[in-house]
């Protein structure tokens, strides 16, 4: 079966620390990875995907195909990272179905 | 484009009352989702419509819950009879289906509660 773990449900970490979410899959197939992110009072938004490689808000995902894991990174974290962060695979290819992650709360202290 | 509308945004009712939610995805998008978010299980897909047709009803959690999408425009999620285990918030998103462009655009959710 497709599975999604985020072995963390909270992690908090003072401001200008390194941030790791950690995320692992098991999936059949070659799943294109997400993280998805809801801040306070805010709608659940895509914060970036495996396939474009790129770093937003100072964040990037590296796939490791051999540990199946995709876990989100940040060198240091900043106060408005606070938020819910979802780890989530989907089929590859179109608007498939995806299945989140449990989700893992990100505290920022300051 | 206001993104994903929902309605309500919160919704509160007694047990054994039909409840209906509503959904206006974003003009264009070919993909709807309805997800039920709680505390113990988290964000959970219970249906997704293609092109207006339902593809996947795995989630659902029991014949109580219908959806429908009569048009590329409006989707409805209904409850009947509710019960107090179904309160959590439910969650609409949009997509298009672009290979390669898997973004899901959510809505603000319609919270429940169920008494």
């Known amino acids: 079966a497709q599975r999604v773990t985020q072995p963390e449900k909270l992690l908090s970490v003072f401001k200008g620390a390194p941030v790791e979410l950690k995320c692992n899959y098991s999936y059949s197939g070659s799943p294109e990875l997400f993280w998805y992110v809801q801040y306070s009072r805010q709608r659940l938004q895509l914060l970036l995907r495996?396939?474009s490689r790129e770093s937003i808000k100072g964040f990037t995902a590296d796939l490791n195909k051999g540990e199946t894991s995709f876990h989100l990174k940040k060198p240091f974290a900043q106060e408005e990272d606070s938020a819910m962060y979802y780890c989530?695979?989907?089929?590859?290819?179109?608007?498939?179905?995806?299945?989140f992650g449990s989700g893992t709360r990100l505290s920022i202290r300051p | 484009d206001a993104g994903v509308i929902q309605s309500p945004r919160h919704e509160v009712t007694e047990m054994g009352q039909e409840v209906t939610l509503r959904c206006k995805p974003i003009s264009g998008h070919d993909y709807l989702f309805w997800y039920r978010q709680t505390m113990m299980r988290g964000l959970e897909l219970l249906i997704y419509?293609?092109?207006?047709?339902?593809?996947?009803d795995s989630g659902m959690p029991e014949d109580r819950f219908s959806a429908k999408m009569p048009n590329a425009s409006f989707s409805t999620l209904k409850i009947q009879p509710s019960e107090p285990r179904d309160s959590a918030v439910y969650f609409c998103a949009s997509a298009a289906g672009r290979g390669g462009t898997d973004t899901q655009y959510f809505g603000p959710g319609t919270r429940l509660t169920v008494l």
């Open positions: 419509f293609n092109n207006n047709v339902p593809i996947d």
């Open positions: 989530a695979p989907s089929e590859y290819g179109g608007a498939s179905k995806i299945i």
């Open positions: 495996h396939i």
